[in-house]
């Protein structure tokens, strides 16, 4: 049996191509399936709402992934914030939903936010202390 886990996710795209894995580029849904497996020690898919370009950033990414049964929500989070502890990529939040739940049904799901401001809350992110405004719905 399995579980499903909605996943919240923050990030600074700098460093990537964008959302979507490539076979050519670093992106951050690769990244997200490279630390789930690693705690998993099996593959796994992470289905997100939308994609984003190049260097684009954001506060509330949706995803998902199927873990097994064991897992909790909350232990899923921990885990995946463990193995990307490196990256400028933080699970926010996760929530176990119904089996047939995908993301981008999710409304403002793909909020997607760039460029930037000074923000207290964005340490664990961006260590200069830099955030994330100017909101853009793409969908």
Known sequence: MTRRILITIEYDGGPFSGWQRQDNADSVQA???????????APVAV???GRTDSGVHATAQ??????????????VMEALNAHL???PISIRHAVEVPANFMPDSV??????????CRAANRQRLMPDGS???NTRLIQ
């Open 31 to 41: 990244r997200i399936e490279d630390a789930a497996a690693a705690f998993l020690l």
């Open 47 to 49: 289905a997100g709402a």
């Open 62 to 75: 949706a995803a998902h992934l199927d873990v097994p049964d064991k897992f909790t929500a909350n232990r």
């Open 85 to 87: 502890a490196r990256m």
């Open 107 to 116: 409304p403002l799901a793909g909020a997607i936010y760039t460029g930037f």
């Open 131 to 133: 955030g994330i405004t």
